[in-house]
């Protein structure tokens, strides 16, 4: 199957700066990429998407960089919050037909923030 | 609007006994997946479906069995559990081909098997 791998399992940040969470991933045939976002005891929720065509998206201060080169994603969190600490997750994902979307899911890494 | 709703939220089994997870969507999605989530594993795929009356197998189907008998609603069933089978159990819907791929999670379901 697809490999996905986070660089970091943990990542601590001071409230107020930036946090950079990566991501590799091994398909080059993935056309599509999530991140998500699970709080302790929740299911994940969706934060931002890419699609493989695009190198750079921007959502309410979130941005997802996807370098295709490399094989690399990564979760940009401005201004970091104390809400923002929770496992982020992203997800690679091969649309096809009739086989379901298949996601694959990388560990986690776990986000602190420091009040 | 529910989105997705699973029940049992926490269970407690014996070796042995039998369980069904009930996961029901509103969304009126047709895509439906179970996923099983373990420390240090991330989200596996235990089996899923594109489509009212039809199911496949994901990456970890031995021991579960499933079934989409309605398009809202999708069962995941234990027949025998193991301790091998404790872990958190998450159902997740998307629209499916042409939509934006995007997975829509329950809450979790927490089993225990002793």
């Known amino acids: 199957g697809e490999s996905v791998g986070l660089h970091l399992p943990t990542l601590s940040v001071q409230e107020g700066d930036n946090s950079i969470i990566n991501c590799a991933y091994s398909?080059?045939?993935?056309?599509?990429f999530i991140w998500y976002k699970q709080e302790s005891g929740k299911g994940p929720q969706f934060i931002i998407d890419?699609?493989?065509?695009?190198d750079k998206r921007q959502g309410q201060r979130v941005t997802v960089l996807l370098n295709k080169t490399v094989k690399h994603l990564s979760l940009q969190i401005a201004a970091t919050q104390p809400g923002d600490s929770a496992v982020y997750f992203c997800?690679?994902?091969?649309?096809?037909?009739?086989?379901?979307?298949?996601?694959?899911f990388g560990t986690g890494t776990s986000l602190t923030v420091i009040p | 609007n529910a989105g997705v709703t699973q029940t049992p939220k926490f269970r407690v089994l014996k070796t042995g006994q039998s369980m069904t997870l009930l996961c029901a969507q509103d969304?009126?999605?047709?895509?439906m997946y179970w996923y099983r989530q373990d420390p240090g594993m991330g989200l596996r795929l235990i089996h899923y479906?594109?489509?009212?009356?039809?199911?496949a197998k994901g990456e970890v189907p031995d021991g579960y069995n499933v079934s989409r008998l309605k398009k809202q609603n999708f069962l995941l069933g234990l027949e025998s559990a193991a301790p091998s089978q404790t872990s958190v159990y998450f159902c997740?819907?998307?629209?499916?081909?042409?939509?934006?791929?995007?997975?829509?999670f329950g809450e979790g379901s927490r089993l225990t098997v002793l």
């Open positions: 997740a819907s998307s629209t499916g081909q042409g939509g934006t791929g995007e997975l829509f």
């Open positions: 479906s594109v489509g009212e009356g039809t199911t």
């Open positions: 969304m009126n999605h047709e895509y």
């Open positions: 398909n080059s045939a993935s056309d599509y």
């Open positions: 890419i699609r493989s065509n695009m």
């Open positions: 997800a690679e994902i091969s649309t096809g037909t009739n086989t379901g979307n298949q996601f694959y």
